[in-house]
């Protein structure tokens, strides 16, 4: 068998073979052994870069999003969140990503490798920039200075997964728009 | 073969036996075989009343919690919510049910009809009774009358299944008063 060029070209051409797959059979029925056939591979190359299969199902995945959610800073607080978790669910809600992160985030509830890989590579960083930004933007006077921002990540985040993993409801911007409303009104009363 | 005596006996002992095998190996491992073996029931006495492993895991659980989950109504909304999270936190959090659970919640990402099971027998339920005791509140004047009670699940369960499933850091009760805190100070600036 004639394997494809060393290097990126290589790593690429098997990412995308499970990205391909992935989507074809879903994650469960995923083999290295496909996945070597169709990306015209040899099993060991893969076995030589990604330790397992959820590894290479998780950088795989992780080439399709880029920095599309890198946050937005135009100074109007409200705005920047809404256009990053609109962004947010577009990925999730949608082919490819989202049937695909499903069975990863699946696969993290039996696989505590995948889950930490999932925190560090894609969850944290994410987390990182929230917190940042909505710092910035509760030392702007934008936010209220009582809210916790070290919870921004779950407070915002939450109702998007649950929604995605849980009650498994269509994430339509009206819905996370209602959701983002309710979150800067807060539940007690005003003082 | 000696079955045990039909009916609630029968499949107690079935649904006990799920529930010991899949602490002892895992859902992924379990098999319709082997609890029939460990109940001493044949399989057809299990595939007559659960067409799937999963919809017998997922009685198996739900036979677990009761009604532990009703809302109290002290008449203090906020101390109403801090016991039902803690109740809530203490079953996701601990064996048996947090394990289980986490493998039913994952078997959801790949099964649809474990999915809407799910929602069904316990999410929506849930869902019902914390929309009707906010509401409550808010009539109450508890509230901020601004709030969209409609969301109140998604909202309070949001922050505690993303750090269950995603971040998969301990759920403790300090955690959960900080999200609670925080959903009651909402994001915006008091007007």
């Known amino acids: 068998m004639t394997e494809p060029p060393r290097g990126v070209g290589r ?44 590894a290479l199902f998780l950088d795989s995945l992780l080439s399709l999003h880029k920095s599309d959610l890198d946050y937005p800073d135009t100074g109007d607080i409200f705005a920047d969140l809404r256009t ?12 490819p990503f989202g049937p695909l992160y499903r069975a990863l985030v699946g696969e993290a509830q039996y696989d505590p490798q995948i889950a930490a890989a999932l ?30 921002v070290s919870l921004a990540m779950v407070i915002l985040s939450g109702p998007l997964y649950f929604q ?15 959701v983002l409303h309710a979150l800067f009104t807060g539940m007690g009363k005003p003082s």
């Open 11 to 54: 790593t690429e051409a098997i990412m995308r073979a499970t990205l391909e797959l992935g989507q074809e059979i879903g994650y469960a029925k995923l083999s290295i052994e496909a996945i070597a056939a169709r990306a015209g591979a040899g099993k060991h190359t893969i076995y030589r870069r990604w330790p397992s299969k959820g």
């Open 119 to 148: 925190n560090d590579r894609f969850i944290a960083p994410q987390a990182d920039m929230t917190v940042a930004r909505l710092k910035k933007a509760q030392d702007q006077g934008q936010l209220s200075p009582a809210f916790d």
């Open 84 to 95: 990053q978790v609109h962004a947010a669910i577009d990925l999730l809600g949608n082919p």
């Open 164 to 178: 995605f993993l849980v009650t498994q409801e269509p994430l339509t911007h009206e819905y996370v728009d209602r």
